[in-house]
């Protein structure tokens, strides 16, 4: 079977976000509620193609057998890079791949990857070639446009040309990265074009989705699935298909199993975790005091001596 027909319509994917979906945090949503597909977080394939940036690669596309079905993404400009990095990965076990081409990050954009790629459409397009000429089905990750919300039918329109395997839009352009809201009201012409373009594509929707009960709006209205990112910090539960009333135990029980991932793998360094902590020491009485003291630890020792105390 295809990769991404083994999902019924109203599937739910965890986004990859970089710092911040590792091996670790992957199976601390996994144990919350686990979606139906999970990607790592993005790498570039000038890394994977060079012996000094291969370890840090690998780094990345570490995964258990567990978080099974996972998507590899990857970013960069040249084409043979894509088509080589594929290879790769279906050596270590991946069933799909998915291109980002839609990361607003401005270090990101100025090599001309993420969405620096929606400005040459043209090398868009021969990297999707590329990739899916090595045997693994190819997804693209990206947004409405570089500059202009206008810009996206055109923009879209040269992606589903290829006939992707899968299509993820940010119903956002690289220059409003998250400051405003999601232009949710160009989904129906957005399914539109695929339709026409290249039916078999599925149509993934995200950005300002808060969990599964709010991104149904668009699987009602002929979407495949919703990929939730930065909703997953207001909520790591929220891909529960039977939402409940969640204890404060339960998310220091998840916090703790977080920090005993982070050894495991040994991810390093510490201070990249603190990130995290807003996820499970939040609305409760005296949270903002165990945050400022979680703040101020240097260790996991440390951090699990302030939960501990509760």
Not at 6 to 12: E, K, N, S, Y
Request: hydrophobic share 40%.
């Amino acid at each position: 079977m295809d990769f991404w027909n083994q999902f019924q319509p109203g599937f739910t994917i965890l986004a990859p976000m970089e710092g911040v979906t590792d091996i670790a945090f992957r199976q601390v949503v996994a144990r919350a509620a686990r979606p139906e597909i999970f990607y790592t977080e993005f790498t570039n394939v000038n890394s994977y193609t060079s012996e000094k940036g291969r370890h840090n690669a690998l780094e990345r596309f570490q995964i258990e057998p567990s978080e099974q079905p996972i998507i590899a993404q990857i970013w960069g400009t040249r084409p043979e890079m894509f088509a080589e990095t594929v290879v790769a990965l279906k050596n270590l076990g991946f069933q799909a791949v998915d291109i980002n081409m839609g990361c607003p990050d401005k270090h990101v954009v100025a090599t001309g990857g993420g969405s620096g790629l929606i400005r040459t459409p043209e090398l868009a397009k021969e990297i999707i070639r590329a990739a899916k000429g090595n045997g693994l089905p190819i997804s693209i990750k990206t947004r409405l446009g570089y500059s202009r919300v206008d810009e996206w039918r055109a923009w879209l329109a040269n992606i589903l040309e290829e006939h992707p395997a899968a299509l993820t839009v940010h119903l956002r352009t690289k220059k409003e990265m998250s400051k405003v809201d999601a232009h949710v009201e160009l989904v129906p012409e957005i399914l539109a074009l695929k339709n026409e373009l290249s039916p078999e594509t599925k149509l993934i929707i995200n950005g300002d989705i808060k969990n599964r009960a709010d991104g149904q709006k668009y699987i009602d209205i002929g979407a495949d699935g919703i990929m939730i990112g930065r909703g997953v910090f207001a909520n790591p539960f929220c891909f529960e298909k039977e939402p409940r009333e969640h204890t404060r135990d339960e998310l220091i029980d998840l916090m703790k199993y977080h920090l005993d991932l982070y050894e495991k793998y040994s991810l390093h360094p510490y201070d990249p975790l603190k990130h995290f902590y807003k996820i499970y020491i939040n609305n409760f009485p005296g949270a903002s005091e165990i945050r400022d003291k979680l703040m101020q630890t240097k260790t996991i020792a440390e951090a699990r001596e302030v939960i501990n105390q509760l």
